[in-house]
């Protein structure tokens, strides 16, 4: 083969997802094992959902309705918003990638939080536009950094709120500051895939500014809350007129029909939604109060998920910990080296964690020689 393929192309490093947990226990020879490395929902799908998609089975042999109708009036109402100013996608993945897609171009920069969501840089790559780190400040979003980096070139500025894998969240007052500081022709996408878990009324809602006339774009999952991650089904909310274009390039059945059904239901299932909530924020208060008695220092989080700071190689500790049954995420190549990101799980899935991160971190460390 004799292939021509752009630059910005082969500068794309691959999406590394957290290692299907089969996968895991096949490689370490370990059965039973729990993943608290993708920030799922450890309770399942929402049981309403399910019951849609079976009886929604039936009809497959049908395209599905490719403008979502029912399913985007219902989102709408819900949010108190426009059927027109949502764009379903195959995941927020998805509309991340239209999104770049339409409004980024070789020789556009972006701007990213870093780290941040991998997705982000991988759309803007794909575009051939030229992505622009801006280092997070003490674990959060620095908006006095990205405004200095913006320049005639900058089409758009990723905040992820909270952030992944930092938990940490913008606050309102900073937030209305920066806005009002950015040139209308910079679309500013804030990436809301854990907002329904912030617990602090001082975090940004995009929703807040659809109305604003600036191209503020609001980006919400099924994938965490609802538990339907398998499903691939997230949108956006943005002004009409950045909807419209996003519709010219979405493919029309990228919302498939099961999709439809299962997250058109999950939006009823209140007492799923509430019962993930407290098992979120019990779990949260237990894990915190044992990481303290063990001594290992965390990060408080807004989300269904934090980072920890293991004091050694997180890769190490990554494996250790998979020796044990427990997959977690290693931050090394989100440049924290001994930080590791857990996420919240069922009461038995939190025991059993802190269970296994007692022994690998009372595991004597190589690299420490006793004193001579
Ligand atoms: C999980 C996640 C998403 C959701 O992606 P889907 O494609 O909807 O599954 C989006 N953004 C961030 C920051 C996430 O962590």
């Avoid at 929604?56 to 599905?64: E, I, N, V």
């Avoid at 790559?125 to 997070?136: E, H, K, N, S």
């Avoid at 940004?204 to 609001?218: I, K």
């Avoid at 427990?326 to 989100?334: E, F, K, L, T």
Wanted: glycine content about 8%.
């Amino acid at each position: 083969m004799n292939l021509s393929v752009p630059d910005y192309i082969l500068s794309i490093s691959p999406y590394v997802p957290g290692k299907p947990i089969e996968e895991l226990e096949r490689e370490y020879g370990i059965r039973n094992s729990i993943k608290l490395a993708s920030n799922e929902n450890p309770l399942g799908p929402s049981p309403m959902a399910l019951k849609a998609i079976q009886e929604a089975m039936g009809k497959l042999h049908r395209y599905p309705d490719g403008s979502g109708y029912y399913f985007v009036r219902k989102l709408a109402e819900k949010l108190g918003v426009s059927p027109a100013n949502i764009v379903l996608g195959n995941g927020s993945d998805e509309v991340i990638g239209m999104l770049t897609r339409v409004f980024l171009q070789p020789g556009d920069e972006a701007i990213l939080p870093q780290p941040s969501f991998l997705m982000y840089d991988i759309s803007v790559r794909c575009d051939g536009a030229t992505p622009i780190y801006v280092p997070l400040e003490s674990l959060s979003i620095d908006l006095d950094s990205i405004k200095t980096r913006i320049s005639s070139k900058t089409r758009m500025i990723f905040l992820c709120n909270p952030n992944n894998p930092t938990g940490t969240i913008l606050k309102k007052k900073a937030f209305e500051h920066f806005l009002a500081d950015i040139p209308w022709d910079i679309v500013i996408v804030l990436d809301e895939a854990y907002i329904e878990f912030v617990r602090d009324h001082d975090c940004v809602r995009g929703l807040d500014y659809l109305a604003s006339g600036q191209p503020v774009v609001t980006l919400r999952t099924f994938s965490k809350i609802y538990g339907l991650a398998g499903l691939r089904i997230g949108y956006g909310i943005m002004p009409e007129k950045m909807a419209g274009l996003l519709n010219r390039i979405r493919m029309p059945f990228n919302a498939n029909s099961l999709a439809q059904a299962g997250a058109s239901a999950a939006l009823d299932d209140y007492e799923f939604f509430q019962k993930t909530l407290s098992t979120i924020h019990e779990g949260l208060d237990f894990l915190y109060g044992e990481l303290e008695r063990i001594g290992l220092e965390y990060f408080p989080t807004q989300t269904n998920f934090f980072l920890i700071d293991v004091k050694k190689n997180a890769g190490d500790v990554f494996e250790d910990m998979l020796k044990q049954g427990v997959i977690v995420r290693s931050m090394i190549s989100y440049g924290f080296p001994e930080y590791i990101r857990v996420n919240v799980g069922t009461h038995e899935e939190n025991v059993r964690f802190i269970k296994a991160i007692e022994n690998v971190i009372q595991k004597p460390d190589d690299r420490i020689f006793p004193e001579c």
